[in-house]
């Protein structure tokens, strides 16, 4: 499948996430866009591993592992993530027992 | 992994098991006394790590890190400022009657990922290093989370820090897409093959600013900085201002150093107009701050810009000019934030700029420090703060930057201007505000008056005679190149 | 065209729907239901790319892990379409030009560079995303990010212990 096909893909979900934070007031909605966007974002990389591969294996050669790097780089985004969720969606729940609220436009108290 | 790669990695290792060390202390039940002694200790032994594995530097951790004398440099700056944050946290905590444990944990782990950044060689590290520095950071500016309108400061952060990494892997992604390779070295190498630098390249070192530029504060991605410093608690905010920039600092130095984007015209472009409207932006938003912390955020914004001028020759000048900027800075904003972590009474920080009213007549010492930091901050002759404006002007100048070195001068000028309106301040002859009573531990008291003293000192000495300074920096640069 | 090309297009149409509904949606647990549906059918991309180990993880990691935690935030503070705010119909208006004007540049630039005419990823076959390929080279050369990895998520445990805890 040519490449553009995938990077125009994963831009357009990327850039769906991009407006999706832009959008919508609700913390959480806002953090599952950025989620959106990591996932744009591994498929790209998965897509340039199995790129990088191809183009090593047609340049001759057996066991070659080029483009390994780009799919583990994935497991450890997969892994980031999941370590940001907790910590985030543990501030957005104190955020919500103190002002009863996800709407990041009550977060305005902080001023000269 | 051999031996001598081990041995590399133990100032490091010795960071992670500072945390775990404090989990146990916390788990058989101590008090914050000995938590802080054991860290402050166990900081020392990272420093004592450092300088016994001197003699195996360089050591290259393939694929991903480099032990250098560069990252080694950086590293211990940054333990240097854990250090001094560490020692200030314990008179901030206790006067909240807060029981602070895991603060500490946490303050380990956040060091930790500034440390990989130093040394990290690929975008594996870099990425993984990065997101340690920020998780923990989360936590860390909403640790007081009733207080202070934390919690929000921790929610800006924390949008705003995942919106950006989510740009910086896109970068990655194009720049990994176009080279094949994650590595450093090998993406320099690429690209020199392929002879010009193509749009992909550029595309993806664009977006992969948007991160970096988040992370220091840099116009436009610096909206966070001043709620952020004013929300999280002071320790927190001086750990931000030093740890956390230094840290992505360097892994950016060492990238455009690697890849010599400074040959590259469209990314030097994009770099001065990055420091130029830094330079210009902080210093015009702090002209009518009434509130310190929120002043300090948007000084130290521009005093990114500031660096950033020296970044842009690529030589070692500019590698030297920025490490001795940096040095200076972080010294300069520890002192700051360490006087407002002392004279914060209970409840609120004292960040009002009306609280230091006639401070002089009342605590003459903090009024002296707290002076000298902001001469310092502002460049004033005899300071270590001139000194590395003068350095960074010089570098600036022999690369023949015009315009941002123009701009340099100019917002100087201005920045004179805020610094001088609170030192006004501070020796106004009117009532004081500040009443504050201790009944506190008085060792860590004495402690801290220490550590400010020593603080001033190195201001006044590397503004003196910086030679000495320059000198060991330019010994540890030597061992990688 | 063939299987996978079928495969490909219906995949990434689904995504691609599934993540504007995520945006559009009122009730937020019909957003993560979508979100769950926009993880499947990366997965399914994964598969087509033949990188099991990665969609077998993204499956149980994000689907699975994260939008189960998702879920339960969004039930335990009873979030629904009334209580849901929404921003001014301007802010959308210029939240989709700003996201429109950046997926023009990407899109002009992917239809525009010489560099990528010619280049594809390979389907179906390459050993590359097989676990046993993968493994050794997690366990090998990137041993140290995966300590690093544990590391962080001993940052992540503390921290939302700390953030969450009762005073």
């Not at chain 2, 946290?89 to 500490?104: C, G, L, T, V, W």
Request: glycine share 6%.
């Amino acid at each position: 499948m040519p490449i553009q096909y995938y990077i125009a893909f994963a831009a357009t979900l990327f850039c769906i996430g991009v407006v999706g934070v832009l959008t919508r007031r609700n913390a959480i909605i806002v953090f599952m866009c950025i989620e959106l966007m990591l996932n744009a974002v591994n498929l790209l990389l998965v897509a340039f591993s199995k790129m990088h591969h191809a183009a090593a294996l047609a340049g001759g050669g057996k066991n070659v592992t080029t483009g390994v790097e780009g799919q583990l780089f994935v497991f450890f985004i997969m892994v980031v993530a999941a370590a940001e969720v907790s910590v985030g969606l543990a501030i957005i729940v104190m955020m919500y027992r103190n002002v009863h609220s996800v709407d990041v436009n009550f977060l305005n108290r902080l001023k000269n | 992994m051999t031996e001598q790669q081990l041995m590399a990695l133990l100032p490091f290792m010795v960071l992670a098991a500072a945390s775990i060390v404090i989990i146990l202390l916390i788990a058989f039940r101590q008090g914050h006394t000995v938590i802080q002694v054991t860290g402050f200790l166990l900081m020392c032994l990272v420093i004592f790590a450092m300088w016994y594995v001197r003699g195996v530097l360089p050591q290259t951790i393939a694929p991903l890190l480099i032990v250098d004398g560069f990252g080694a440099l950086f590293t211990g700056l940054i333990v240097f400022c854990v250090l001094v944050v560490g020692l200030f946290s314990y008179i901030y905590f206790e006067e909240r009657e807060e029981n602070p444990r895991e603060y500490y944990i946490l303050i380990f782990l956040s060091t930790l990922g500034a440390a990989i950044l130093t040394i990290s060689r690929h975008f594996m590290s870099f990425f993984i290093g990065l997101e340690l520095l920020s998780i923990s950071l989360y936590a860390l500016i909403a640790y007081l989370r009733t207080r202070n309108n934390a919690i929000e400061a921790g929610i800006k952060y924390l949008v705003l820090a995942a919106l950006t990494s989510a740009f910086l892997l896109f970068g990655m992604a194009l720049i990994y897409m176009e080279t094949g390779s994650m590595d450093f070295a090998v993406i320099a190498q690429r690209l020199n093959a392929a002879g010009k630098s193509s749009a992909l390249f550029l595309t993806g070192f664009g977006v992969m600013m948007v991160a970096v530029g988040f992370k220091l504060a840099l116009v436009p991605f610096h909206l966070w900085a001043a709620d952020v410093y004013q929300g999280a608690p002071s320790p927190v905010a001086s750990f931000i201002a030093t740890v956390s920039k230094v840290g992505v600092f360097a892994v950016f130095l060492r990238f455009c150093q690697e890849l010599h984007l400074q040959n590259n015209s469209a990314v030097m472009m994009l770099i001065s107009a990055v420091a130029i409207l830094s330079m210009i932006s902080g210093n015009i938003l702090a002209l009518r701050q009434q509130n310190l912390k929120r002043l300090l955020a948007y000084s130290s914004i521009a005093h990114f810009g500031y660096l950033l001028v020296a970044f842009l020759p690529g030589n070692n000048t500019g590698v030297e000019a920025a490490v001795f900027y940096l040095t200076a800075y972080a010294i300069t904003i520890l002192a700051a934030f360490g006087i407002i972590i002392l004279l914060s009474p209970g409840e609120k920080d004292a960040d009002s700029l009306s609280m230091y009213r006639g401070l002089f007549w009342d605590k003459p010492f903090m009024a002296i420090v707290l002076t000298v930091a902001l001469l310092s901050l502002a460049g004033i002759p005899l300071t270590a703060g001139f000194i590395g404006k003068f350095y960074v002007l010089t570098a600036g100048v022999e690369q023949r930057a015009w315009l941002p070195v123009i701009v340099l001068v100019i917002t100087s000028v201005i920045g004179l201007y805020y610094y001088l309106r609170i030192i006004s301040t501070i020796f106004a002859d009117s009532p004081v505000t500040i009443q504050k009573e201790r009944s506190l531990n008085q060792f860590f008291y004495t402690a801290s008056y220490a550590a400010l003293v020593v603080l001033t000192l190195l201001l006044f000495g590397i503004g003196v005679m910086p030679a000495v300074i320059i000198q060991g920096i330019k010994q540890f640069l030597v061992i990688d190149r | 065209m063939g299987t996978a090309q079928i495969l490909f297009w219906s995949l990434t149409a689904l995504a691609l729907i599934s993540a504007i509904m995520v945006l559009v949606s009122k009730n937020p647990v019909y957003s993560v239901l979508w979100l769950i549906v926009v993880f499947f059918a990366i997965s399914g991309h994964y598969i087509l790319l033949n990188a099991q180990f990665l969609a077998i993880v993204n499956l149980i990691v994000y689907a699975g892990a994260i939008m189960v935690l998702f879920l339960f935030v969004i039930m335990l503070m009873n979030l629904n379409t009334e209580t849901e705010p929404q921003k001014s119909i301007w802010m959308k208006f210029f939240g989709v030009v700003a996201g429109g004007l950046l997926l023009s540049f990407f899109i002009s630039f992917v239809i525009s560079s010489a560099d990528l005419k010619g280049k594809s990823a390979q389907l179906k076959e390459g050993e590359i995303g097989l676990i046993k390929t993968l493994g050794k080279a997690l366990f090998n050369d990137y041993v140290i990010p995966f300590e690093i990895a544990s590391i962080l998520f001993l940052s992540a445990m503390v921290g939302a212990v700390v953030i969450g805890k009762k005073d």
